[in-house]
């Protein structure tokens, strides 16, 4: 639709969502439950797209999913991870260990595994038909950002045009969000200092993933990783679908922003890791032939310095998810970190424009602040640099790097400690997973009725959480002071 040109006051507040995946639905979520109204442009022709890999929920975001109300449908397409094997690239196992245990001990629930195109579908069907018709649009492809003294324009390919509050980019690794928020800083004469690099991510290893059937070998919920020098494999199950991640070093690292491989480089690939063993009986190459999907891309790294645009390009203009930071997978915490993004920017905004009763657009200076107090919680006080730093470390002691140095440190971190310490698997899940996990956002505004005590029986493990869901008895007497204010 064509913007209609209008004063500040006569706009309503309105979030363009800038992407479709996981953390943009979870966003469309948190937003539709905030009462804050919203599009969301989708460069495909669907939300829905078939990709053959696997994604990680911890229970973290098991608690955002349960004050939106997601909780149990997610819980019925997922696979609670219930043992762990860890072997030579010749099918030796030393180390085993049951995460879905040592994790409802800590946390109250397992981390679950989803076929990445079913825990999408839950987003999308769960949201009322009528706002997804209204508001979440497919084969928009974003070519412009146009930021104004009372809203933002955001202009697509194919003629449509959306009228915004502010825009929240959620569009992934490769983020075009990310790169006009460059071109603004740069056309307005902004400091260096304060604009984002135009490669900020760089990639040290390249990883092949897919999905195939589960093999006899591979039980079901389990979870088989064979770790050595330069390459190393990730195998996971479910019921009846299985999925794998083959990871190998690249010889020199690149910061390339995006290099395609071809069917061709995959098979090549593949064959380097036909050998490997999957199950001390059962080598990777039994299993790449029956691959229903693959795909294959260098595994960017990095967190960006800046997360929004400043108000003196234009402002207006925030990220969200892998467009700011982005983790390798063997941690698997890029989804569930993008859920914290989204918990603790929505907050935010509904605390600015539903409690102080605000429902018109807000200056490009509000919004600033609003956008500083985000990166700030999510960059400084969760630390997000440390979260980045643990992620590359497990990819690195599972593909231990080419360098002699670094190579021998990983392999003592990998060999040697755990014998050191008693129960290794619970120390690492606590010592390394607690401090990141225990400070998973919530949704501030969703409150749950204090008499079932759902946060402390479901969520109630031994860590405890840094921000426990809000009660309605305390959320009733936040809402009192707000209003004596």
């Known amino acids: ?153 955001v202009r697509c390919e194919d003629g449509t045009v959306e009228r915004g509050t502010m825009v929240l980019g959620v569009d992934g690794v490769h983020s075009k969000t990310r790169g006009m928020m460059r071109t603004l800083a740069l056309n307005a004469g902004a400091e260096k200092a304060l604009i984002n690099p135009e490669r900020p991510y760089r990639a040290e290893y390249r990883c092949l993933w897919g999905t195939c059937p589960r093999p006899a070998a591979c039980p079901p919920k389990s979870s088989f990783e064979a770790h050595g020098s330069v390459r190393s494999l990730m195998f996971m199950t479910a019921h009846d679908q299985s999925w794998f991640f083959l990871y190998e070093q690249l010889e020199t690292p690149t910061d390339n922003a995006r290099r395609d491989y071809a069917e061709a480089d995959q098979e090549q690939f593949a064959a380097r890791f036909a050998g490997m063993h999957v199950t001390p009986e059962l080598v990777f190459g039994k299993v790449w032939p029956t691959r229903t999907a693959c795909g294959m891309a260098d595994q960017l790294e990095g967190v960006l310095p800046h997360w929004r645009l400043a108000p003196a390009a234009g402002g207006r203009v925030v990220l969200a998810g892998d467009a700011v930071h982005r983790f390798t997978p063997n941690f698997g915490w890029g989804y569930n970190s993008g859920v914290n993004d989204v918990a603790v920017l929505t907050s935010l905004l509904h605390a600015e424009v539903v409690q102080k009763r605000s429902p018109s657009a807000l200056s490009a200076e509000a919004l600033d602040d609003i956008f500083a107090r985000y990166q700030k919680a999510r960059q400084i006080d969760d630390n997000i640099a440390n979260v980045a730093a643990n992620s590359a470390k497990v990819t690195r002691q599972s593909a231990r790097p080419r360098q002699w140095l670094a190579a021998a440190v990983y392999w003592l971190l990998e060999h040697v400690v755990p014998l050191l310490i008693p129960n290794f698997e619970m120390f690492a899940s606590k010592k390394v997973l607690g401090t990141i996990m225990r400070r998973g956002r919530v949704l501030d505004f969703l409150p749950e009725d204090a008499s079932a005590c759902t946060d402390a029986r479901v969520f109630g493990g031994e860590l405890g959480w840094d921000f426990p869901i809000p009660t309605i008895a305390a959320a009733a007497g936040k809402s009192v002071a707000l209003n004596s204010e």
Request: glycine share 8%.
């Open 1 to 153: 639709m064509e913007a209609i040109p209008s004063s500040m006051a006569e706009e309503k507040f309105r979030v363009v969502i800038v992407g479709g995946g996981p953390v943009s639905l979870t966003a469309a979520h948190a937003l539709y439950r905030a009462g804050i109204d919203f599009v969301m442009l989708e460069a495909r022709d669907t939300c829905i797209p078939e990709e053959g890999a696997s994604l990680l929920s911890y229970a973290s975001t098991h608690r955002v999913w349960h004050q939106l109300g997601l909780y149990t449908a997610m819980e019925a397409q997922s696979a609670p991870i219930e043992s762990r094997t860890i072997l030579t690239h010749a099918g030796r196992v030393y180390r085993t260990g049951s995460p879905a245990l040592f994790h409802r001990r800590l946390f109250g629930t397992p981390p679950w595994n989803f076929h990445r195109r079913e825990l999408v579908r839950v987003l999308y069907d769960a949201l009322p038909s009528d706002t997804r018709a209204a508001c979440i649009l497919t084969g928009k492809k974003v070519c412009e950002i146009a930021p104004d003294a009372s809203g933002v324009t």
